[in-house]
């Protein structure tokens, strides 16, 4: 605190400038750093969990699109019909090896292995079924590879189908895990956040509280001391003790005032002297018919301390020009603190213009976040509407259920005519069952998406309050800096009534200056009397009269001159 108090004013502004911005910086710093570091956890969830749900779905629906390339392709005799579905069929297992090493890229648990090991068993078995029934297909043994579908694929891929599930809600579990732990770092960022702001905004304070009672205190402590100074009483000192410019000019003021103090005591001791050896010449000059050579030896002493007393009084004046001159220094120095605090007033402004493109830039967040608030609740609508359509499919998968119920029954009764109807009739009616098993999975996919997009539509509200308060928080900033400003314009105002008291204090000094030339006129006017006095000492009448006149004139002056002196105060009484 010592360090602080010796700085220059100026480098005691700029201390502050300096911690506000370091803390400024470190605020940012602490925010971007939490901001990447939330950043980077949902790259690791969408990476290492949504990315597998999205990859497992994409692979469950192509296994569903490759049954049914595959009961189309049992089910026909046409061998360009054949060459097209395989091409299919070949796509679709190769698009499948692609997400699967995809997925393989990933990070997975050790359940999650373990499931995923399982799937790629039962797919190789899978692969291998698929590959008989191709040939069996080419072959035109189509019932055979029917039979086969029927009997051997659909369980195994029934199988597959789960695991693929299995994987599919790990990945789910997971998601929700790492989303709630998400939730926790984003609560304690905020927390961390605001009591670091809230702590920076109370250091600050206190800070430029403190230096500004140190500017403010020493410089009204002066003025006050100026004040009993401009008001006579010299034993007026400056108490405030510091190497920075108020303390340059407390000692400046110190020095002057004891300065003017030893003038004037030595003044006073001076008239004080002249007026008892005034007194005395009347004493000698109503005795002066005694003796002529009394009255010549006594002129001769009253020459010689006349003289004495005209040459004090001229070094004394020549004091009192040395000491104008240092008060205008004074004034002076009082001038260029005034210029310097002007320019630290013109840099708190600019301080402020900044704070204010910042609260330009936290409305301009805060309208992103509004439009994309809008924009996810735009979401969630088209949601609903996919919801509404995947319903209409399963109840139309319902009732193609029921039409193959009937045809089926139909078939039963048409006997042997009606068996490979009735082979259609029952895939049909599976197809329709896995339609609206298929609807129930969509639709459920649908509910989590619906509300993966509420919460996150309440995230983003969240997110709108939060910069609402940055925007307040950047308001009380830009506050700050007006008292900042305010306290500036203190500070310039008493600076210039500093300066204002030191040209008065110099005009009074330049007053005394012109008194004590009056007075060495004075004394010197004397002087050459008593000489005409001393040459005319025949005449003792004339003379004697003459010389009394003189100095009643001159006790009068010295009275004059006494009044003016006493108005000051040179010591403590």
């Known amino acids: 605190m010592v360090k602080i108090k ?89 698009d499948n090896e ?34 008989e029934i191709i040939t069996l297909g080419l072959e035109n043994r189509n019932e055979d590879a029917h039979v086969k579908h029927t009997e051997e694929l659909l369980p195994l891929k029934k199988s597959v189908t789960e695991n693929l599930k299995h994987v599919g809600q790990i990945n789910e579990k997971m998601a929700q895990q790492a989303y709630e732990v998400t939730q926790q770092s984003a609560k304690h960022t905020l927390t961390t956040f605001i009591l670091v702001i809230l702590s920076t905004i109370i250091a600050l304070v206190i800070l430029g509280y403190v230096v500004a009672q140190m500017i403010t205190r020493p410089i009204q402590s002066l003025e006050i001391e100026i004040g009993k100074a401009a008001k006579g009483d010299l034993t007026a000192r400056a108490t405030y003790k510091s190497k920075d410019e108020i303390g340059h000019i407390s000692e400046s003021f110190n020095e002057t005032m004891r ?5 004037l005591g030595v003044v006073k001791q001076t008239v004080y002297h002249a007026g008892s050896s005034t007194d005395s010449m009347l004493l000698d000059i109503k005795n002066v018919s005694e003796t002529a050579t009394t009255v010549r030896n006594t002129m001769e002493k009253i020459n010689k301390h006349l003289e004495l007393q005209d040459h004090g009084i001229q070094e004394n004046a020549a004091a009192m020009n040395d000491m104008a001159i240092g008060v205008q220094q004074v004034s002076e120095s009082a001038a260029t603190v005034s210029e310097l605090a002007v320019k630290m007033n013109e840099d708190a402004n600019a301080g402020k213009e900044i704070v204010n493109k910042s609260i330009v830039q936290m409305e301009e967040i805060h309208d992103v976040v509004k439009r994309s608030l809008h924009a996810v609740q735009g979401l969630e609508v088209r949601t609903q509407n996919i919801d509404k359509a995947i319903e209409a499919i399963a109840y139309i998968a319902e009732q193609t259920n029921l039409l193959a119920l009937n045809a089926s029954i139909e078939a039963a009764r048409a006997g042997e ?20 098993d298929s ?32 925007m307040s928080a950047i308001e009380t900033t830009s506050q700050t800096f007006d008292n900042i400003v305010t306290h500036i314009n203190g500070v310039v105002t008493q600076i210039q009534e500093v300066s204002s008291s030191t ?28 000489i005409k006095v001393f040459e ?38």
Request: charged share 30%; hydrophobic share 35%.
């Open 6 to 94: 010796n700085l220059k004013v100026s480098s005691k502004l700029s201390f502050i400038i300096f911690i506000s911005t370091i803390s400024m910086i470190i605020i940012g710093i602490i925010g971007y750093s939490q901001m990447d570091k939330m950043s980077k956890h949902i790259d690791e969830i969408y990476n290492n969990s949504m990315l597998s749900v999205q990859t497992m779905d994409n692979i469950e629906s192509n296994f569903h699109a490759q049954d049914a390339y595959l009961l189309e392709f049992v089910m026909t005799n046409d061998e360009e019909k054949h060459n097209k579905l395989n091409e299919k069929l070949q796509k679709n297992i190769q």
């Open 98 to 131: 692609k997400m699967m090493k995809l997925y393989e890229q990933t990070k997975k648990t050790s359940d999650e292995q373990k499931v995923y090991e399982a799937f790629k068993s039962d797919l190789t078995v899978y692969a291998k079924k698929v590959n």
């Open 259 to 263: 300065s003017l103090s030893e003038i």
């Open 417 to 436: 005519h009606g068996r490979g109807f009735a082979i259609v009739a029952d895939e049909v009616r599976k197809l329709a069952e896995q339609s609206k």
């Open 439 to 470: 609807t129930i999975e969509i639709n459920r996919l649908l509910k989590e998406i619906e509300m993966d997009v509420k919460n996150f539509a309440k995230e983003m509200q969240i997110g709108q309050q939060e910069t609402v308060k940055g």
């Open 503 to 530: 040209e008065e204090m110099s005009a009074g000094i330049e007053e005394v200056s012109v008194s004590f030339s009056d007075i060495s006129s004075t004394s010197q006017t004397i002087t050459q009397e008593n």
């Open 536 to 573: 005319v000492t025949n005449n003792q009448a004339k003379s004697a009269s003459e010389v009394e006149e003189r100095s009643l004139q001159t006790i009068k002056i010295m009275n004059q001159l006494q009044k003016q002196i006493s108005q000051f105060k040179t010591k403590e009484e």
